[in-house]
């Protein structure tokens, strides 16, 4: 895929939860290759438009296009399209009953028909580079939160995506294994992939977001780059949920 190609376009995007809007009048575009942190007071429908990238909740209005076709159409086949878009959740939903790597390799399996040699294989690889190789055989309540939570990023990496979802990650882990999972993302952003986060770590949005975009009340408050928003930023309500959070 072309550097700099527009990889996710939101436009005029409208969620409301019966006479409750969440997002209001959301356009924004995406392009291959930038880390895209989405921060804001909660309830400003950082989660709402996550979950709306990749239709997981049905926009009112408006069109969500991946790889420059109208997912939000009826007739777009949303399942083939997830395949190319990962989503990591605060929770990690992983399979209890399942050892770690057929956690991994379940999808792949059914979905990319990989062969249970070559997916295996792949698995162990996507192990060994977050350090968790040893603990393939594990089942997840042998792990700590952050060892789920990696897993949880490579189960969806396992599925090639173009696109990795990120929603609060952190947010039900313990301080000490924020880092561990933070490591794993940055990684991710050294490695190239298309990064949505949504998430309150503002030192991750500072150091590796390469654009932030700010919620407040169901709309898109300022778009920008880092430097701009954490330094030169004069926004109220920016200022105003910058001093809350440091």
Do not use: W
Not at 92 to 103: G, M, R
Not at 195 to 224: L, N, Q, Y
């Amino acid at each position: 895929m072309i550097k700099d190609k527009t990889i996710i376009e939101v436009n005029d995007l409208i969620k409301k939860f019966y006479d409750v809007t969440v997002l209001n009048n959301i356009n924004i575009k995406i392009k291959k290759g930038e880390i895209v942190v989405v921060i804001g007071p909660s309830g400003s429908g950082k989660s709402t438009l996550l979950r709306c990238l990749n239709l997981l909740e049905q926009p009112s209005s408006g069109k969500i296009i991946f790889e420059d076709i109208n997912i939000s159409d009826k007739s777009a086949n949303i399942n083939k399209h997830r395949q190319k878009m990962g989503m990591v959740f605060q929770h990690f939903n992983l399979f209890p009953h399942l050892k770690v790597i057929d956690n991994i390799i379940l999808s792949p399996l059914k979905s990319l028909k990989l062969e249970e040699t070559a997916a295996n294989k792949k698995a162990t690889e996507l192990l060994k580079k977050v350090g968790l190789e040893d603990r393939k055989d594990s089942y997840p309540s042998q792990l700590s939160g952050g060892q789920k939570q990696r897993i949880a990023i490579i189960r969806s990496l396992a599925m090639e995506p173009d696109v990795m979802l990120f929603d609060e990650p952190t947010s039900a882990l313990d301080p000490e294994m924020v880092g561990e999972v933070l490591d794993v993302m940055r990684q991710l952003a050294k490695d190239g992939m298309t990064m949505v986060v949504v998430t309150h770590e503002m030192s991750f949005a500072k150091d590796v977001g390469t654009r932030i975009i700010f919620m407040d009340d169901g709309k898109i408050i300022v778009d920008t780059d880092p430097k701009s928003f954490f330094e030169d930023n004069t926004n109220k309500r920016v200022k105003d949920f910058l001093n809350k959070v440091r």
